[in-house]
């Protein structure tokens, strides 16, 4: 099994790269905590960490064909304050779907079934906040 591990500074750069597409895994670091670890292709299709996902829409894509962008990522002015504290999910000042529970780092838990495509996250919205970020703007609002 080949595994792959990305953290912030070498993700965007890896994804899509000849080693991405050989390995079987992915794992996501955030400030040394893992926050995705699963099979590439789901995770790279359908990744359930918003951090994973914000690495997606960085990555450069000659085919234009990530689904969310950067903007339905990033957190606004309008998004409501993230909870903080030394307790808090480690992605919380940056994540535009944290909500009260998010004042508590959640644990990385299964998102799919066991077996081969084991497939964990660590975010306590993690199959509700792709719906939320497909109804915020692909882009960013004119200044
Ligand atoms: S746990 Fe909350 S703050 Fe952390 S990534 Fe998930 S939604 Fe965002």
């Known amino acids: 099994m080949r595994r792959l591990v990305t953290t912030a500074l070498v993700g965007v750069a890896l994804l899509g790269s000849r080693e991405a597409l050989a390995a079987d895994r992915v794992v996501v670091l955030y400030r040394g905590r893992i926050v995705e670890d699963g099979p590439v292709a789901r995770v790279f299709t359908a990744p359930r960490h918003p951090y994973t996902a914000l690495l997606m829409a960085s990555a450069p894509s000659v085919q234009h064909d990530r689904p969310l962008s950067v903007h339905q990522l990033r957190r ?11 307790g808090a999910c480690v992605f919380a000042a940056r994540c535009p779907f944290a909500v009260d529970a998010c004042a508590v780092q959640p644990p990385l838990a299964p998102v799919a079934a066991a077996g081969a495509d084991r497939w964990s996250a660590a975010c306590h919205r993690h199959d509700a906040w792709p719906a939320l970020a497909r109804e915020r703007a692909a882009v960013a609002a004119p200044r």
Do not use: C, H, L, V
């Open 76 to 86: 606004t002015a309008a998004d409501p304050a993230p909870p903080s504290g030394a």
